[in-house]
């Protein structure tokens, strides 16, 4: 049966248009600092700015810090449902998809009250207190990714098998979860890592009312203040993306599963 | 899918210590539970209790009855209007482009191409996508002045405004239309050839095998993913504030400024604006987990 090719093509190229002229537009606009010519000027200003390399750099510390929380937190909790407490998987599911469905800022407004200065536990106190809480916050906002790509990839290998096998070896359970599990799901943890760092390092709503020096903070006031700085940013934004995505891509090759951004 | 066996059965070397495997397993899944009680029970729960206290905390309705004053409705409408204008857009488009990507017909490698990029632009959001839109239909922007130079039609003395409803709008369609082909490739994998063949082979037009075979099948799946894009939308707050800074009235902006300043001089209905949200939110993706429950049997 022959099918008409024309309105698939058209929509590729509508689409096309759609998803790469504004990127075409940004980065024409990023190059108009210098009157009558195209120069690269807005990208070096805003890589020489102090202020750009302590909030990306903060950004970075956050997600990486973010990263480590959530793979510690989520592979065991995914090898124990796995291994021996099928019964809780129901709950774990429901309690890793509830970020998608609070709303960031909701989420956060509650922390804000709950853990006020004044509060049984003071996590906004001091800045160290409130980059902690930051941190929890991101987990929070990674988690059903994180669980997500960590549970496919759990469920790809033999848990009870390797297991056993390591057991009759006579490994205790922190070896055989660091040196027996780990290795066998990190394309999964790297896959969910790389989602969780392209989501944190803009992340302006949480960052912004917790009132820490973050990246997306940054770019907002970068935005409200200048002309030719915020596409050269924006490109950059999307270059880290692409990045993160590639990553992803490459890692999880042969690795099915754990589809890119899929909820 | 071996895994269902439960906790007693099985186990060669656990004779001793059977009781305290399944110790282990809760003292190591704790952390997960602490955590997920202090950073996302409590603090919804906080909201919640919050909505239906008075200032000295005593039960009341009041908080709940006050959202519905005007500028609080507006801000949902508004809210509303632009997460399902572009829900309803993004599943357009995104289903043909992914019908377009993945049964075309069209060169082999289009697919990879398509749902990379999906990849890349459904997670391309906050500041630096408004920062992308006021560069391309901004004032200045570049397809404003493309317009101006070779078709001698200024898109702002048409009325456009990148600041405004539409604007928004035309910017979410930029991570909701890769959402929706990235969630809908697989389940137009999902149509089986032998149904197109056997519909063919029975005389079905084109139109009939749509309309009787594969949108019947398709359609919780369709419904689901539109209803996971509006919640995708209703929650977003940093692309609107970044291209239109306070002045399109969303009920996150709204519920931002209360957070920063109280701006409603009333802490609790700050509370019950963001119960209503969580309200809102939460009664759709019960929907989208209901349709997807029902997507699935025929998806497998």
């Known amino acids: 049966m022959k099918q008409s090719k024309v309105g698939p093509w058209i929509a590729i190229i509508i689409g096309t248009l759609y998803f790469v002229v504004p990127l075409i537009a940004t980065f024409e606009f990023s190059l108009r600092m210098r009157r009558g010519e195209y120069s690269f000027d807005s990208y070096a200003i805003v890589l020489a700015d102090p202020r750009f390399q302590e909030s990306f750099l903060y950004s970075t510390f956050q997600s990486l810090a973010t990263i480590i929380v959530g793979v510690l937190l989520v592979v065991p909790t995914a090898y124990w449902i796995q291994l021996r407490l099928p019964r809780l998987r129901g709950i774990v599911e429901f309690l890793t998809l509830l970020p998608l469905v609070i709303p960031a800022i909701c989420l956060v407004f509650g922390y804000l009250r709950l853990y006020n200065s004044s509060s049984w536990l003071p996590m906004t106190g001091n800045d160290t207190a409130t980059s902690v809480l930051l941190m929890f916050s991101y987990v929070a906002l990674s988690l059903p990714y994180m669980y997500r790509a960590v549970d496919t990839g759990m469920r790809a290998i033999d848990v009870r098998t390797l297991t056993e096998a390591a057991e009759s070896l006579g490994a205790k359970w922190p070896t055989i979860l660091f040196f027996v599990i780990f290795p066998n799901v990190r394309v999964a943890i790297l896959s969910g890592a790389f989602l969780t760092f392209a989501i944190v390092i803009g992340e302006f709503t949480m960052a912004s009312l917790l009132d820490r020096p973050a990246f997306g903070p940054y770019l907002q006031l970068i935005g409200a203040n200048r002309a030719y700085e915020p596409p050269a940013l924006a490109i950059m934004a999307f270059m880290i993306t692409w990045a993160c995505m590639g990553f992803i891509q490459l890692f999880g090759r042969g690795a099915r599963g754990a589809a890119i951004g899929t909820v | ?300």
């Open chain 2, 1 to 300: 899918m071996a895994q269902q066996s439960g906790i007693a059965v099985h186990q060669p070397a656990a004779t001793r210590s059977g009781l305290s495997q399944v110790t282990w397993a809760i003292i190591g899944v704790a952390p997960f539970f602490l955590f997920a009680l202090l950073f996302l029970i409590l603090p919804t729960g906080f909201l919640f209790v919050g909505s239906f206290q008075d200032a000295d905390g005593n039960f009341t309705l009041i908080n709940i009855a006050n959202l519905f004053q005007p500028l609080i409705l507006k801000a949902y409408w508004t809210s509303i209007k632009v997460s399902v204008i572009s829900a309803v857009l993004g599943a357009l488009v995104g289903f043909f482009l992914a019908y377009a990507a993945v049964m075309g017909g069209l060169p082999r490698w289009l697919r990879p191409m398509v749902m990379t990029f999906s990849g890349v632009a459904s997670n391309f959001a906050g500041v630096p996508l408004a920062f992308a839109f006021l560069a391309t239909l901004g004032p200045t922007g570049l397809v404003t002045a493309f317009f101006i130079e070779y078709f001698d039609f200024s898109i702002y003395r048409a009325g456009f405004r990148v600041v405004s409803t539409w604007g928004l709008i035309l910017a979410y369609l930029y991570f909701q239309i890769p959402l929706m082909v990235l969630i809908l490739a697989p389940a137009l994998d999902g149509l089986k050839r032998e149904w197109r063949e056997a519909s063919a082979i029975l005389g079905a037009s084109s139109w009939q095998y749509w309309r009787y075979v594969a949108l019947p099948v398709l359609w919780p799946s369709l419904l689901g993913a539109t209803i996971l894009l509006f919640a995708n939308a209703f929650g977003a707050i940093a692309t609107a504030y970044a291209l239109t800074g306070s002045l399109l009235n969303l009920v996150t902006i709204q519920l931002y400024a209360q957070i920063r300043g109280d701006v409603l001089h009333d802490q609790n209905l700050g509370y019950a604006l963001a119960f209503g949200m969580i309200f809102i939110t939460g009664l759709s993706n019960g929907a989208y987990i209901w349709l997807r429950s029902r997507s699935d049997r025929w998806l497998r």
